[in-house]
């Protein structure tokens, strides 16, 4: 049976289900001191593709290379460099801030202050070998713009850089309203909180990069694992930021789901659950051992695979029901016959 996409108020079920187990089942989301290697996973793949969707040509081993030791790996421009340093050290800076807020919220959601240390973070490494040409020396990193923005291709205009300022300070505390529903699905007030950033275009340069981050840092306090728009995602990222602009935020909403959900299944499952566990097939499955999750729904749905459906139709296995089935698949069943089985009778 052909199995169609699934529809997106489904996408959004599937990803409170998993924040439910989460929390409920698997102790919530681990901090960077409890589960390093989780951290440093989702920080090369957020600081590889984030910078690849605004045009960055460093691939993901490099990116690699330059997190963790600070060796520059190619022959790139030296701002491309620049741009992943600095885009490294404000997602370090998000995802501490995020579990282990300090002083700057006073318990908020958000601050208009981080909102301008996530700005110099992300931009002032790349700024200090290759500043934006237009720029003033009031318009630096962290600060913002006192240039008027020209029309984007789709039609969007950000408002005049002196209006900047009050629409910031409403934006925040727009955004500190997040944990209210007021009927629309939480990926869809996200997905509002993030275009209303991007259309207010609040700095020079750097507001995508400095948008996606600050979108990671309210869904990290919010308990969530950050989302990361992958770089062959980007036409469709920019697609969903169009209708945004138009006032329908699902595509959005549905793209921020699908990617929280996908960190949620392929990082943070699978390293906080013990090999007993039970846990979706998205988190067993790894493609490049050639483990899909199709193939594991089959061999669950066909009994080859030792597994559990839940009410919803999601089935849940775990690391050492896997094992089983990896060291078992291949061989073949053969039929013993027992000594009370009729003799067959030949054909005279």
């Not at 439910?20 to 290697?37: K, M, S, Y």
């Not at 090369?44 to 790996?73: C, F």
């Not at 390293?271 to 790894?286: E, N």
């Not at 030792?306 to 061989?331: C, F, I, M, P, V």
Request: hydrophobic content about 35%.
């Amino acid at each position: 049976m052909t199995r169609g996409r699934p529809s997106r108020q489904t996408v959004y079920d599937r990803l409170e289900e998993a924040i439910t187990d989460l929390r409920t089942r698997l102790g919530g989301l681990p901090t960077p001191v409890e589960a390093e290697a989780i951290w440093d996973e989702l920080w090369h793949q957020e600081a590889h593709h984030s910078t690849a969707l605004e045009g960055n040509t460093l691939v993901l081993n490099e990116v690699k290379k330059l997190l963790e030791e600070g060796r520059a790996v190619g022959s790139k421009d030296l701002s491309e460099y620049m741009e992943v340093v600095g885009y490294g050290a404000a997602a370090k800076w998000v995802y501490g801030q995020a579990l282990e807020p300090g002083d700057w919220t006073n318990g908020e959601l958000l601050s208009i202050q981080e909102v301008r240390k996530v700005h110099y973070e992300v931009m002032t490494p790349v700024w200090n070998v290759a500043p934006h040409p237009q720029a003033t020396p009031k318009e630096t990193p962290g600060n913002w713009r006192e240039h008027d923005i020209q029309p984007f291709p789709e039609g969007m205009t950000p408002p005049p850089f002196p209006e900047v300022g009050h629409r910031m300070t409403d934006w925040v505390e727009d955004v500190k309203q997040l944990r209210e529903s007021d009927g629309v699905p939480f990926p869809e007030r996200l997905a509002k909180a993030h275009n209303d950033f991007e259309q207010i275009h609040p700095f020079l340069d750097g507001n995508g990069r400095t948008g996606r981050l600050l979108l990671n840092l309210l869904l990290v306090r919010l308990g969530y694992p950050p989302a990361i728009v992958f770089k062959n995602e980007r036409k469709k990222y920019l697609n969903a930021m169009r209708k945004a602009d138009k006032g329908d935020c699902g595509p959005m909403g549905e793209l921020i789901a699908r990617a929280v959900t996908n960190n949620l299944y392929r990082f943070v499952v699978p390293a906080v659950a013990g090999p007993s566990r039970l846990v979706p097939l998205a988190s067993l499955a790894d493609e490049d051992a050639g483990i899909t999750v199709t193939a594991l729904r089959a061999a669950a749905e066909r009994g080859r695979l030792r597994a559990q459906k839940t009410d919803s139709g999601n089935w849940l296995s775990s690391k050492n029901w896997l094992a089983d089935y990896e060291k078992n698949k291949h061989k073949r069943t053969i039929k013993v016959k027992k000594p009370d089985d009729p003799i067959p009778q030949l054909p005279l």
